[in-house]
């Protein structure tokens, strides 16, 4: 099975300076990227995140919100991405 964190991996491991994502005049490679989700990967999974676990994502869309999935992916758990600028009724 493929699995988008581990094509990020791939992806850093073979061409890491390749250009993973653009946010707004900001260029990040995979090299960056798949470090940036290790580190959250394993701060969620010192806290216990793990496989059958969903973790809502009170995020803006940014740089970050896709290292948080991808941390929370190789914590094989599943993400919610919950837009803060949602109406209240919605977040609730």
Same mark, same amino acid.
């Given at each position: 099975?493929? *699995?988008?964190?581990?094509?990020?991996?791939?992806?850093?491991?073979?061409?890491?300076?390749?250009?993973?994502?653009?946010? +707004?005049? +900001?260029?990040?490679? @995979?090299? *960056?990227?798949?470090?940036?989700?290790?580190? @959250?990967?394993? +701060?969620?999974?010192?806290?216990?995140?793990? /496989?059958?676990?969903?973790? /809502?994502?009170?995020? &803006?869309? &940014? /740089?970050?919100? !896709?290292?948080?999935?991808?941390? !929370?992916?190789?914590?094989?758990?599943? @993400?919610? &991405?919950?837009?803060?600028?949602? /109406?209240?009724? +919605?977040?609730?």
């Amino acid at each position: 099975m493929r *699995t988008v964190h581990l094509a990020v991996a791939r992806h850093a491991r073979e061409t890491p300076g390749a250009i993973a994502l653009i946010h +707004r005049d +900001r260029h990040y490679d @995979y090299r *960056t990227l798949h470090a940036a989700a290790g580190a @959250y990967a394993a +701060r969620l999974a010192a806290r216990g995140v793990g /496989p059958g676990h969903i973790v /809502p994502l009170l995020m &803006s869309r &940014s /740089p970050e919100l !896709v290292a948080v999935q991808l941390g !929370v992916l190789m914590c094989g758990a599943a @993400y919610s &991405s919950v837009d803060p600028h949602w /109406p209240r009724q +919605r977040l609730r």
